[in-house]
C-alpha cells in the first residue's frame, strides 16, 4: 500500500510560482513512476506530467510546457512540480499519482493523492 500526501498548493497572482510536493509512504518508491493531474470544477482531470522511476524520462501536457517542471528525489521519497508563468486557467485541484504498469492508453495509476488546492487570480 502506497500513501500519498500533496502539499505546497495555495493562492498566487497571475505570472507567480508555486511549488508542489508529494509525499509518499509505503512500498518501494523507486519502483513507481509519478504523475501529476488536475481537475478544475466542472472539468475533467487532465494530465498534467509523469517522470519516470529514476526521473530520466519527463513529460509534460502542452498546456504545461516550458512553465511546469517535474522532479522527484528518490531518497526523499517525494515528487515535486514547480510552476512558473501560473494562469488563471491552471485553477485547479492538484493531484498526485503513482503508477507502476502500462497499458495502450498509457500509464495505469494505482495509488492517488487527496491533492492539493492551487488557485490563481487575475
Request: glycine letters at 14%; aromatic letters at 12%.
Amino acid at each position: 500500500q502506497v500513501q500519498l500526501v500533496e502539499s505546497g498548493g495555495g493562492l498566487v497572482q497571475a505570472g507567480g510560482s508555486l511549488r508542489l510536493s508529494c509525499a509518499a509512504s509505503g512500498g518501494t518508491f523507486s519502483n513507481y513512476a509519478m504523475g501529476w493531474f488536475r481537475q478544475a470544477p466542472g472539468k475533467e482531470r487532465e494530465f498534467v506530467s509523469r517522470i519516470s522511476y529514476r526521473g530520466g524520462v519527463r513529460n509534460y501536457a502542452d498546456s504545461v510546457k516550458g512553465r511546469f517542471t517535474i522532479s522527484r528525489d528518490n531518497a526523499k521519497n517525494s515528487v515535486y512540480l514547480e510552476m512558473n508563468s501560473l494562469k488563471p486557467e491552471d485553477t485547479a485541484v492538484y493531484y498526485c499519482a503513482a503508477g507502476s504498469r502500462w497499458a495502450l492508453s498509457g500509464l495505469e495509476y494505482d495509488y492517488w493523492g487527496q491533492g492539493t488546492q492551487v488557485t490563481v487570480s487575475s
